[in-house]
């Protein structure tokens, strides 16, 4: 996914739209910066390094310990999300 980067705000002669875009289009940058940041591929032979609450990744290896497929981090685990009938769960 490529990374939003916030434009300047062109000059309207009016500072407070001005200022209240940059603040918007600053806050829209945060937000899409934190959604690309949830949901990773990770293909590396060890563990994720300090992983947060509500990680989502997708695993290629035998790493977190269930083989390959998408897994939820929680309360310092991992929990593998199953599929049914397209619909993920997680215990």
């Known amino acids: ?33 934190t959604a690309q940041t949830v949901l990773e591929h990770w293909s590396q032979p060890v563990a994720w390094p300090n992983p947060e609450d509500g990680r989502i990744a997708v695993f290629d290896g035998d790493d977190p310990g269930s083989g390959e497929g998408i897994y939820y981090y929680r309360g310092g685990s991992w929990y593998k999300l199953t599929e049914s009938a397209g619909t993920f769960t997680f215990p």
């Open 1 to 33: 996914m490529a990374k939003y980067v916030q434009s300047p705000v062109p000059q309207t002669g009016q500072p407070v739209l001005e200022r209240y875009l940059a603040q918007e289009l600053g806050r829209i940058q945060m937000a899409l910066t």
